[in-house]
C-alpha cells in the first residue's frame, strides 16, 4: 500500500509524455498555414507558441499557425498539475510560392 501511494505522488510530479505528429523536423512547406497536432497526457495543458491549446478528451491537440517567409519556430509545451513543463521546438522553412 505504500509503496503505491509513494508512485502515484511520483506520477504526479512527473512532467506528461509530448508527441508532437506533426510539423516534422527541419520541414519545410509552400503553405502560409501549418497545422500542429500532437498527443499528450488527459488533464494537461498544451501552448503552441505560446497560446494555450485546447486538449481533448484522449490528449490530442491540433492547430493550424500562420507562418512568416522565412524560417518559423513552432515552440509546444504541455504541463500538468504540479509537474514541470516538457517542450518540444521544431524549425519550419516557409517559402511562399512565386506570384505570376
Known amino acids: 500500500m505504500v509503496a503505491y ?3 502515484a505522488a511520483s506520477a504526479a510530479f ?3 509524455p509530448l508527441n508532437l505528429f506533426s510539423p516534422a523536423s527541419d520541414a519545410s512547406t509552400a503553405k502560409p498555414l501549418l497545422t500542429v497536432s500532437g498527443q499528450t497526457a488527459v488533464g494537461s495543458e498544451v501552448t503552441i507558441n ?3 491549446v485546447e486538449v481533448t478528451g484522449a490528449g490530442r491537440f491540433s492547430r ?3 507562418l512568416r ?3 518559423n519556430t ?3 509545451t ?3 498539475a504540479y509537474s514541470r513543463a516538457v517542450t518540444v521546438v521544431r524549425q519550419v522553412l516557409f517559402t511562399p510560392a ?3
Do not use: M, N, Q
Request: hydrophobic share 40%; no cysteine.
Open 5 to 7: 501511494l509513494i508512485f
Open 14 to 16: 512527473l512532467p506528461p
Open 50 to 52: 505560446s497560446e494555450r
Open 64 to 66: 493550424d499557425v500562420p
Open 69 to 71: 517567409p522565412g524560417l
Open 74 to 76: 513552432i515552440t509546444v
Open 78 to 80: 504541455a504541463t500538468k
Open 98 to 100: 512565386p506570384t505570376p
